[in-house]
């Protein structure tokens, strides 16, 4: 098998793509045929030791991966070779092979692209984690999203359409906001031209949104959260632009408003059964056409490389997803 190994974290630029042996799975665990492996932004935070999870070294990098099963270990009864699965494994995808635990693996309903299915479970399940259940959003409530062409961005948006609210989608460009519109947004504000506490003003009547769905993170937080609607609920999901905003507390307190902590990896591990139950609401809301993962590039496995400068560059829209033949 071939794969990109992290021997020093050092930066994506230490990767390198080699042959290694084709490992066999042990009890538990299945072999995986990667079909098409997607980038999200922790897949640059782990090969940069910045991530809160840092696995041994050696390692492959690669989060979220989907591809058929072509060995299983001792103990598994659940898949058999020739399944068809995704998995969200925390490493391993950029390869051609994968072992994986069995228990990280989803069995993928018929008509299930492998594409889709390698940029669905992370970026859809954190966003339906944070607007259903840590937001508790209510059809016809206003939803601001910050960073909306991006990958969790595009899911929040089609999430929070199919659950019947307003949206508000905030992003750099005008090419990133006429994307949001394609996608069902019912305005757009591109912060870099734009001042966004009077847009929110202008677009909401002076309320403000319901549910700020923010995974960006630095200068915007603060005057965004000012703007924020009575009872308002601001849902922390990272840092994409770098930097760790402080908000001052006495804003929460004038709004009556919440600041809530969005960690959907710890919410799979304490709350399985919840987390499998949005699993299933998002593969339904797929089936019926609500929700499609945006690829903003299909790129062969070898071009990680390049992939990774593409979403350090801020230029995807969507996800990034690398594939085998």
Not at 78 to 83: H, L, W, Y
Not at 156 to 178: F, M, P, W, Y
Request: proline fraction near 8%; glycine fraction near 12%.
């Amino acid at each position: 098998m071939q794969a990109w190994i992290c021997e020093n974290p050092i930066g994506v630029e230490a990767l390198q793509w080699k042959e290694v042996p084709t490992p066999e799975p042990g009890p538990g665990q299945v072999r995986l045929a990667v079909r098409a492996a997607s980038l999200n932004f922790p897949d640059i935070l782990i090969v940069q030791n910045k991530y809160q999870f840092k696995p041994p070294l050696p390692f492959v990098p690669g989060s979220e991966y989907a591809g058929v099963v072509d060995a299983v270990g001792p103990g598994v009864t659940a898949f058999k070779a020739g399944d068809r699965v995704a998995a969200l494994a925390g490493t391993g995808g950029f390869g051609t092979h994968a072992i994986v635990p069995a228990d990280k693996l989803l069995p993928l309903p018929p008509g299930f692209a492998f594409e889709h299915a390698a940029a669905f479970a992370f970026t859809y399940g954190t966003s339906h984690h944070a607007l259903m259940d840590r937001g508790a959003l209510k059809p016809g409530e206003t939803v601001l999203v910050l960073g909306a062409a991006g990958g969790v961005g595009t899911a929040a948006l089609q999430i929070a359409k199919a659950a019947g609210a307003r949206v508000i989608a905030a992003a750099s460009t005008d090419e990133k906001c006429a994307l949001c519109k394609s996608l069902g947004a019912d305005a757009t504000i591109n912060y870099s031209t734009e001042n966004i506490r009077d847009a929110l003003k202008t677009l909401t009547e002076g309320k403000g949104p319901d549910v700020v769905y923010d995974p960006v993170g630095g200068d915007l937080a603060e005057p965004v959260f000012r703007s924020i609607a009575w009872r308002g609920r601001y849902l922390v999901i990272g840092f994409a632009a770098g930097g760790i905003p402080s908000l001052p507390f006495n804003l929460a307190l004038l709004k009556g408003a919440s600041i809530v902590g969005v960690f959907w990896g710890d919410f799979v591990r304490r709350e399985p059964q919840a987390n499998a139950a949005s699993l299933a609401q998002l593969s339904a809301w797929y089936a019926e056409g609500k929700i499609k993962p945006v690829i903003d590039q299909l790129l062969p496995m070898g071009q990680l490389h390049a992939a990774y400068a593409r979403m350090s560059g801020r230029q995807v829209l969507g996800k990034v997803v690398l594939t085998n033949p």
